[in-house]
Every structure is written in C-alpha cells, then in structure tokens.
C-alpha cells in the first residue's frame, strides 16, 4: 500500500511559478511516480513521470521545456515545478504510483493522492 498526498497547488497568474509536492507513505522504494491533471469535462491526461533513481523523466508535449518533475527519495517526496504557467494547465494535478516498466498511461498506475487545484488566470 502507498499513500500519497498533493500539496502547493494554488492560483497564479499566467506566466508565473508553482510547485507541487506529493509526499509518500507505505512501500515507495523502486516506485515510478507520475503526475497527472484533470480539468473540468476534460480526461485526465499524462503531464509527466519518474523513475525511483530520477534519471529517467518522461513529459507530455504540452509542458515540455516548462514543467520539471524530480524525487527526494530520502523525504519520500516528489515534485512537479511549473513555469511559464498558461491558463491552459489550470486543472486538478494528481501524484500517482506504480511498479514496473515505465509509462504514461494513467490506467497503469496503482495508487493515487487526493489532487491539488491549480488555477492559472489570463
């Protein structure tokens, strides 16, 4: 069992920063985590992924070159730090968890946290 729980989400303006940090619990060690996002009557969509030794990083056209996702496996922690934020990523960002080969797919993950609302205004 892994628990997991977003925090930092927030409103910013566009063109601005955020930080997203998801804390695990439970059994995280070899884990991949990833990040996902849901806005209203929209899928949820891939945003980014890493491996337990951050070495391999995958990220969704869309925020490429703007997002960073890393992992502090010493604070059970991963984050997601967005700039050059547009009202485009104003959604509800989730952390999930899983164990295996590496992927995007959100279908693949066993765990999820909670999610954090990020609001990007014009």
């Known amino acids: 069992q892994v628990q997991l729980v977003e925090s930092g989400g927030g409103l910013v303006q566009a063109g601005g920063s955020l930080r997203l940090s998801c804390a695990a619990s439970g059994r995280t060690f070899s884990s991949y985590m990833g990040w996902f996002r849901q806005a209203p009557g929209k899928e949820r969509e891939f945003v980014a992924a890493i491996n337990w030794g951050g070495g391999i990083t995958d990220y969704a056209d869309s925020v490429k070159g703007r997002f960073t996702i890393s992992r502090v496996n010493a604070k059970n922690t991963v984050y997601l730090q967005m700039s050059n934020l547009k009202p485009e990523d104003t959604a509800v960002y989730y952390c999930?968890?899983?164990?295996?080969?590496?992927?995007?797919?959100?279908?693949?993950?066993?765990?999820w946290g909670q999610g954090t609302q990020v609001t990007v205004s014009s």
């Open positions: 999930a968890a899983r164990y295996g080969y590496r992927s995007s797919q959100g279908n693949e993950y066993n765990y």
